[in-house]
């Protein structure tokens, strides 16, 4: 248990994960491929859009018609008649003539501005009076404005948003390639360890961790297989741990992560055929017994037992671990959602390590505030009555009361 007490940075950690590959790409429909992370490089195969458009609703019109037109001294124009749309226009724009159109429609031939409706007004069924000026290709989207053709319009590696998804859809892409979905095998250990629809004998106590690390599976667009709860036992712990391996992208272990006489994670790990310690200790705290391991090219992962311990280190780590397989670029990764709060008393903290501190977040007359909340890493109460976490920096003795700190909000 040397390695133990060689302790890695959040950095170190962060570079560490940075290196394993994304998992191989599938195929997906648009409408299905919602926040996933694309696998190659999407390029405009046609401009968009393909002909001028309308911006607004009024009339297309010779620019050159309106020059010097003003309420005092209005333009008049002849109106030939309508753009319909959907359909390319059947009437061109002649001389001192205006046709009405709407927003998205074509601009028929002859047009190169559209005049808004705010400044025209009907006289009789043919004239229009006009009583300001255009500049050319004013209110009018060109070919090409959103996309040229061969544009870079969506890069390798990054996550498939509302917008990405109509941008596709808008290039006639229905189908694209992504990274396929973490699965994600969990192993809880433990002798203490029993289901949460049993009810613990003296000494026992339910299994927490198997329900929060599923749900933040889910949340973060992965795929959680349980394995079990696995006693305190090397020969069951090696074979489920083979099983998951042979099943699953990654391999997380709930408990048995620490020094103690019965901690028996990483001694099982350094019998499976090709592992690699990684990180055997992280210099943070809550979560400092953390493994991180490799068996043939798939992360393994030693957690803490206490549900508040392995909370965060899965906000630290696991949520950029489950971004890098799912194909975010490394180096790409983005922390959760930040605000920032005036911290509403003394922190006190060791030099050396991060601190991640559970937090409440609450209105002080008008002010964010963000109160700590204290408790011991065993407690997932402590983690109901926080809205998210507070570093504390590896050089830092402490945070003192109203100063102003970011807060990593649970999502």
């Known amino acids: 248990m040397e390695s133990f007490f060689k302790l890695r940075t959040t950095a170190d950690v962060l570079a560490l994960i940075d290196g ?3 998992l191989e790409e599938e195929s997906l429909p648009i409408d299905k491929a919602l926040g996933r992370i694309l696998s190659r490089d999407f390029e405009a195969p046609e401009d968009l859009p393909t002909f001028f458009r309308s911006a607004m609703d009024g009339y297309a019109v010779r620019a050159r018609d309106t020059f010097g037109a003003s309420e005092g001294l209005p333009a008049l124009l ?8 959907g359909a390319a226009p059947e009437v061109n724009v002649g001389e001192q003539e205006a046709v009405r159109i709407a927003t998205g429609g074509m601009l028929p031939e002859g047009a190169d501005g559209v005049l808004m409706v705010e400044y025209a007004e009907m006289l009789d069924e043919t004239t229009l ?3 300001r000026p255009i500049a050319p290709l004013e209110n009018v989207i060109q070919p090409g404005d959103d996309f040229r053709k061969g ?11 509302v917008q990405e998804i109509g941008a596709l859809g808008g290039l006639g892409c229905s189908r694209v390639s992504v990274h396929r979905r973490p699965l994600v095998g969990i192993v809880s250990t433990g002798d203490e360890l029993v289901p949460c629809d049993s009810i613990p004998a003296p000494g026992q106590v339910r299994d927490i961790n198997r329900h929060t690390l599923e749900a933040f599976c889910r949340r973060r667009g992965a795929e959680p297989r349980y394995f079990g709860i696995c006693p305190d036992r090397f020969e069951t712990l090696e074979g489920m741990m083979r099983e998951a391996l042979g099943f699953c992208d990654t391999v997380w272990i709930s408990g048995g992560s620490s020094v103690g006489m019965r901690d028996l994670t990483l001694s099982v790990l350094e ?3 090709s592992f690699e310690l990684l990180v055997h200790g992280i210099s943070i705290s809550p979560g400092k017994p953390t493994i991180l391991g490799r068996c ?3 992360p393994v992962v030693g957690l803490p037992g206490h549900v508040a311990s392995a909370l965060v280190v899965a906000e630290v780590f696991l949520r950029p671990l489950l971004g890098r397989l799912s194909g975010v670029a490394a180096g790409a990764q983005e922390w959760p959602k930040e605000v920032s709060a005036r911290l509403s008393r003394n922190i006190e903290s060791v030099t050396g390590r991060e601190d991640y501190v559970r937090v409440r977040l609450f209105d002080d007359v008008g002010t964010r505030a963000a109160e700590p909340v204290f408790g011991k890493s065993g407690l997932i109460s402590t983690l109901i009555r926080a809205d998210g976490l507070v570093k504390i920096g590896l050089h830092t003795e402490g945070l003192y009361q109203g100063e102003t700190v970011r807060v990593l909000l649970f999502e």
């Not at 002849?78 to 749309?85: F, I, Q, S």
């Not at 870079?152 to 590696?157: D, E, Q």
């Open 271 to 273: 019998a499976l055929p």
């Open 129 to 131: 009076e006009v009583s």
């Open 296 to 298: 043939g090219g798939k």
């Open 151 to 161: 544009a870079l319009v969506i890069p390798k590696g990054a996550p498939l948003r």
């Open 78 to 85: 002849n109106l030939a008649g309508e753009v319909r749309m």
């Open 20 to 22: 394993f590959d994304p």
